[in-house]
């Protein structure tokens, strides 16, 4: 069983940066891709960026892609989100999740979750 404890997050400025982290405990991390995705009120959770289980395959959705970079380390069993370039469309609850073997982009095939944390973005 994987569980996934995420911080970092808050409130930054339009142009600004935050940094996402999700950490890992529980067996075999580096079998598991993991992905990102956030959430707005009223809205389904979206996809915005996933990272294989070696860390060499990255993918972002096109609205974060050039400003947004995923990044793992399985020694210390951890993922980030680096945020660069914010922007006020980019406030969201962000959530990191984890699926055995290759990153997908929808969020129903994820099986373990993070318990979200707060992105504020101010104009």
């Known amino acids: 069983q994987l569980q996934l404890v995420q911080s970092g997050g808050g409130l930054a400025q339009a142009g600004g940066s935050l940094r996402l982290s999700c950490a890992a405990s529980?067996?075999?991390?580096?079998?598991?891709?993991v992905g990102w995705f956030r959430q707005t009120p009223g809205t389904e959770r979206v996809f915005v960026s996933a990272?294989?289980?070696?860390?060499?395959?990255?993918y972002y959705s096109e609205p974060v892609k050039g400003r947004f970079t995923v990044a793992r380390d399985n020694a210390k069993n951890t993922v980030e989100l680096l945020m660069d370039n914010l922007r006020p469309d980019d406030t969201a609850v962000y959530y990191c999740?984890?699926?055995?073997?290759?990153?997908?982009?929808?969020?129903?095939?994820?099986?373990?979750w993070g318990q979200g944390t707060q992105v504020t973005v101010s104009a």
């Open positions: 990272v294989g289980t070696k860390g060499l395959s990255k």
């Open positions: 529980g067996p075999s991390f580096n079998t598991y891709a």
């Open positions: 999740a984890a699926r055995p073997s290759w990153a997908r982009q929808a969020s129903s095939e994820y099986s373990y």
